[in-house]
Nanobody, 120 residues
Framework: QVQIVESGGGLVQPGGSLRLSCAAS????????TGWYRQAPGKQRELVAG???????VYADSVKGRFTISRDNAKNTVYLQMNSLKPEDTAVYYC??????????????WGQGTQVTVSS
């Protein structure tokens, strides 16, 4: 069984930085696409950044130039480096990964989320 665990959230002042981690564990043959999403109170969940198995990346306009998504295949981990944080970045951040196991089965998995609060 595959599990996704996010970590690295917390309270940070405006202009500060955080690095989120999304670690996958279990019977993993390959991790294909992975996305970081966020959901602020009263708002819909939105895609923040995504990365493919070929390291192609995509970013929401609101985070371009400030956030960087990367992956460490050896650790089955995807990172989201967040710099120049703004109060409007406050949200619960979720990881969503497309993972295949050794039987050839593929599915999308969500983590439990990690809270990011940007406030002075």
């Amino acid at each position: 069984q595959v599990q996704i665990v996010e970590s690295g959230g917390g309270l940070v002042q405006p202009g500060g930085s955080l690095r989120l981690s999304c670690a996958a564990s279990g019977s993993i043959f390959s991790i294909y696409e992975t996305g970081w999403y966020r959901q602020a109170p009263g708002k819909q969940r939105e895609l923040v950044a995504g990365i493919t198995s070929g390291d192609s990346t995509v970013y929401a306009d609101s985070v371009k130039g400030r956030f960087t998504i990367s992956r460490d295949n050896a650790k089955n981990t995807v990172y989201l480096q967040m710099n120049s944080l703004k109060p409007e970045d406050t949200a619960v951040y979720y990881c969503n990964a497309h993972i295949g196991d050794y039987s050839g089965y593929r599915s999308w998995y969500w983590g439990q989320g990690t809270q990011v609060t940007v406030s002075s």
